[in-house]
């Protein structure tokens, strides 16, 4: 080997590395305490791999200067304080570890990264550690500064007598309130309740086994009450029900609890994951389908992979995997409660129907469970799209709110059946409709179709209005929109202002038509066809109209048509484009005017 590719060995800082632990990898200092956890458990897990009878407990005690942690697991020695607790990276729970390879399952850590979390709290790290796999080994002493340096040295026998392993702390300068005893055993409590062995602080009890879900209850009830408790420890909410949640294959175990409001879809659901008994994180997304966020989850799993940091998981196949069959037990829990327990499913629906929609557009399995249960808003009322077309031969809908709203007073005086499409999810269910009720009539509501439904004036009487047609016209074609007389109820309702998606991106062109320069009016020109425009109906039956229609002055009734316009665009809700909003203001400066004007003549 020539001189410039002589080997080196990377220099680490150990001052830069607890600083991007702390500030990079970690979230909060509190986890230098799960990482304590997770050693004492993996080293008495590691002894009972050899000695199943070997006691297993792990003790905390701590004064607000310092703590101290003892296990009974299974110890260093002085080669594997200097192979291990020195060298950064280097962990004796992978599977190329000697001699514990085929236990490597059951350990909760496999970074080689955790003990140096403990420097974002302390000064100094001091470990006495006597190995169980040498009994004859004297116990050695490995004391770590935040400076980056460390000593070992062997202790006599009398300094520790049984196998196992004691960390000490030394508190950092302004760290010392996370080493209080109080502040230690509600760290403990949140991560260690579920572990496997008994944890104290003190003579205080952290360990709270078996997990709420696996304890026998003398009832359902019971149960179902003691969770509901559990619940609202853990998420601060009352659950409107609780969903048991077992994947042997996957090693998990646990409950998801159905939340009791509504919450958005897009709000990021925050479960709380344990890892072989450890809380790996209260904040886990990705862990069910998007379509499940009203339900949260408190789970134990021994198969999920975290990341180095051990606060989130690691999105691979078997996370893919665990998610789909956790959707399958919240939907297996629908079914269910579809098939026994209709009030408890009417109340769950009544908050969370949106995701139930959600789910059942794209599992039809769902959609035939859950369509005549699911809420649609309708001319009827709110019914199930199962009742609604029991009542009606064809199943209209609108796509949007918006159209809905122009057409459902008239729809209903007309005996038309309507479905507002306009919510998330609801115009796919409806076209989906006649899957789940073969031979079922859907179709979308249009202006034609409307019109179509509507009585038609004698032609008499329409051509004695002629003139006033004729006005009327006139008046509203600048604004891209066509005038028709028909009779139709309810008789309050002056006019009926129609249009569909077609006459809208058509009107939408024709103001963009307007406003653009010369090459662009004429490339949007040519893409004017054949489109249909808006309609403003007006009720013959509507003794306005008649009076209107009866008027010898073409200016005071262009007018009038103009405020019936504007009228009707209001009812629908519909958002007024500038042209409107001046015509609307045209109309009443007009009409207030003529009415002053003949105030005075008639005086």
Same mark, same amino acid.
């Given at each position: 080997?020539?001189?410039?590719?002589?080997?080196?060995?990377?220099?680490?800082?150990?001052?830069?590395?607890?600083?991007?632990?702390?500030?990079?990898?970690?979230?909060?200092?509190?986890?230098?305490?799960? *990482?304590?956890?997770?050693?004492?458990?993996?080293?008495?897990?590691?002894?009972?791999?050899?000695?199943?009878?070997?006691?297993?407990?792990?003790?905390?005690?701590?004064?607000?200067?310092?703590?101290?942690?003892?296990?009974?697991?299974?110890?260093?020695?002085?080669?594997?304080?200097?192979?291990?607790?020195?060298?950064?990276?280097?962990?004796?729970?992978?599977?190329?570890?000697?001699?514990?390879?085929?236990?490597?399952?059951?350990?909760?850590?496999?970074?080689?990264?955790?003990?140096?979390?403990?420097?974002?709290?302390?000064?100094?790290?001091?470990?006495?550690?006597?190995?169980?796999?040498?009994?004859?080994?004297?116990?050695?002493?490995?004391?770590?500064?935040?400076?980056?340096?460390?000593?070992?040295?062997?202790?006599?026998?009398? =300094?520790?007598?049984?196998?196992?392993?004691?960390?000490?702390?030394?508190?950092?300068?302004?760290?010392?309130?996370?080493?209080?005893?109080?502040?230690?055993? %509600?760290?403990?409590?949140?991560?260690?309740?579920?572990?496997?062995?008994?944890?104290?602080?003190?003579?205080?009890?952290?360990?709270?086994?078996?997990?709420?879900?696996?304890?026998?209850?003398?009832?359902?009830?019971?149960?179902?009450?003691?969770?509901?408790?559990?619940?609202?420890?853990?998420?601060?909410?009352?659950?409107?029900?609780?969903?048991?949640?077992?994947?042997?294959?996957?090693?998990?175990?646990?409950?998801?609890?159905?939340?009791?409001?509504?919450?958005?879809?897009?709000?990021?659901?925050?479960?709380?994951?344990?890892?072989?008994?450890?809380?790996?994180?209260?904040?886990?997304?990705?862990?069910?389908?998007?379509?499940?966020?009203?339900?949260?989850?408190?789970?134990?799993?021994?198969?999920?992979?975290?990341?180095?940091?051990?606060?989130?998981?690691?999105?691979?196949?078997?996370?893919?995997?665990?998610?789909?069959?956790?959707?399958?037990?919240?939907?297996?829990?629908?079914?269910?409660?579809?098939?026994?327990?209709?009030?408890?499913?009417?109340?769950?629906?009544?908050?969370?129907?949106?995701?139930?929609?959600?789910?059942?557009?794209?599992?039809?399995?769902?959609?035939?469970?859950?369509?005549?249960?699911?809420?649609?808003?309708?001319?009827?009322?709110?019914?199930?799209?199962?009742?609604?077309?029991?009542?009606?031969?064809?199943?209209?809908?609108?796509?949007?709110?918006?159209?809905?709203?122009?057409?459902?007073?008239?729809?209903?005086?007309?005996?038309?059946?309507?479905?507002?499409?306009? !919510?998330?999810?609801?115009?796919?269910?409806?076209?989906?409709?006649?899957?789940?009720?073969?031979?079922?009539?859907?179709?979308?509501?249009?202006?034609?179709?409307?019109?179509?439904?509507?009585?038609?004036?004698?032609?008499?009487? *329409?051509?004695?209005?002629?003139?006033?047609?004729?006005?009327?016209?006139?008046?509203?074609?600048?604004?891209?929109?066509?005038?028709?007389?028909?009779?139709?109820?309810?008789?309050?309702?002056?006019?009926?202002?129609?249009?569909?998606?077609?006459?809208?991106?058509?009107?939408?062109? =024709?103001?963009?038509?307007?406003?653009?320069?010369?090459?662009?009016?004429?490339?949007?020109?040519?893409?004017?066809?054949?489109?249909?425009?808006?309609?403003?109906?007006?009720?013959?039956?509507?003794?306005?109209?008649?009076?209107?229609?009866?008027?010898?002055?073409?200016?005071? =009734?262009?007018?009038?048509?103009?405020?019936? !316009?504007?009228?009707?665009?209001?009812?629908?809700?519909?958002?007024?484009?500038?042209?409107?909003? %001046?015509?609307?203001?045209?109309?009443?400066?007009?009409?207030?005017?003529?009415?002053?004007?003949?105030?005075?003549?008639?005086?």
């Amino acid at each position: 080997m020539t001189a410039d590719q002589t080997p080196h060995t990377f220099q680490v800082d150990l001052r830069g590395l607890v600083d991007l632990l702390s500030h990079h990898l970690y979230s909060s200092p509190r986890v230098y305490l799960r *990482e304590l956890l997770q050693n004492a458990v993996d080293a008495i897990t590691a002894r009972r791999a050899e000695e199943p009878e070997a006691p297993a407990r792990v003790r905390l005690y701590a004064d607000g200067d310092g703590l101290r942690v003892e296990d009974s697991g299974i110890g260093l020695t002085e080669r594997d304080v200097h192979s291990l607790l020195a060298t950064i990276g280097r962990s004796s729970k992978r599977a190329d570890a000697a001699g514990i390879a085929s236990a490597r399952a059951e350990f909760l850590g496999q970074f080689g990264i955790g003990l140096l979390a403990c420097f974002v709290v302390a000064a100094e790290i001091r470990v006495v550690s006597r190995s169980a796999r040498t009994p004859a080994a004297p116990p050695v002493e490995w004391t770590a500064r935040d400076d980056g340096s460390y000593t070992v040295r062997t202790l006599a026998d009398g =300094a520790r007598t049984e196998p196992g392993t004691t960390v000490y702390l030394t508190a950092r300068p302004g760290s010392g309130e996370w080493l209080t005893e109080e502040r230690v055993l %509600a760290l403990a409590r949140e991560y260690g309740s579920l572990l496997p062995y008994e944890v104290r602080v003190g003579d205080r009890r952290v360990t709270d086994l078996p997990a709420p879900w696996d304890r026998p209850y003398p009832s359902p009830a019971a149960r179902r009450v003691a969770l509901a408790g559990h619940c609202r420890e853990t998420f601060g909410f009352t659950p409107l029900d609780s969903i048991d949640l077992d994947l042997p294959l996957a090693g998990i175990r646990g409950v998801a609890y159905v939340l009791p409001s509504a919450v958005s879809p897009a709000q990021r659901a925050g479960h709380r994951v344990h890892l072989k008994g450890m809380l790996l994180t209260e904040r886990a997304d990705g862990l069910l389908p998007d379509w499940a966020f009203f339900v949260r989850c408190v789970l134990d799993t021994d198969s999920l992979r975290p990341t180095a940091s051990r606060e989130s998981l690691y999105e691979d196949e078997t996370l893919a995997g665990v998610r789909d069959a956790l959707g399958g037990a919240v939907r297996d829990w629908l079914g269910e409660l579809a098939a026994g327990a209709p009030e408890r499913l009417e109340e769950f629906l009544a908050v969370h129907h949106l995701g139930v929609k959600s789910l059942a557009r794209h599992d039809g399995e769902m959609l035939r469970t859950m369509l005549p249960w699911l809420p649609f808003e309708t001319t009827d009322g709110r019914l199930s799209l199962e009742e609604f077309a029991r009542r009606h031969p064809v199943v209209h809908y609108t796509r949007t709110v918006e159209e809905y709203r122009q057409v459902a007073a008239i729809a209903t005086a007309q005996g038309i059946g309507v479905v507002n499409g306009g !919510y998330t999810y609801d115009t796919d269910l409806v076209e989906r409709l006649p899957e789940v009720r073969p031979g079922t009539a859907v179709a979308e509501l249009d202006a034609d179709t409307v019109t179509a439904h509507l009585d038609p004036v004698d032609p008499a009487q *329409e051509l004695a209005l002629s003139a006033f047609l004729s006005v009327a016209r006139a008046t509203l074609d600048p604004l891209g929109c066509d005038v028709s007389l028909r009779s139709f109820h309810p008789l309050t309702v002056p006019a009926l202002h129609l249009d569909d998606r077609a006459a809208r991106h058509e009107q939408a062109r =024709a103001d963009a038509e307007e406003r653009a320069d010369d090459l662009w009016a004429g490339i949007l020109g040519s893409l004017r066809g054949s489109a249909p425009r808006a309609r403003l109906v007006l009720n013959h039956l509507n003794p306005t109209i008649r009076r209107i229609g009866s008027l010898d002055d073409p200016e005071l =009734a262009g007018t009038a048509v103009e405020a019936l !316009y504007g009228q009707a665009l209001l009812m629908a809700q519909r958002p007024l484009r500038p042209a409107d909003s %001046a015509l609307l203001n045209r109309a009443f400066t007009g009409l207030l005017a003529w009415a002053t004007h003949h105030g005075e003549n008639t005086a």
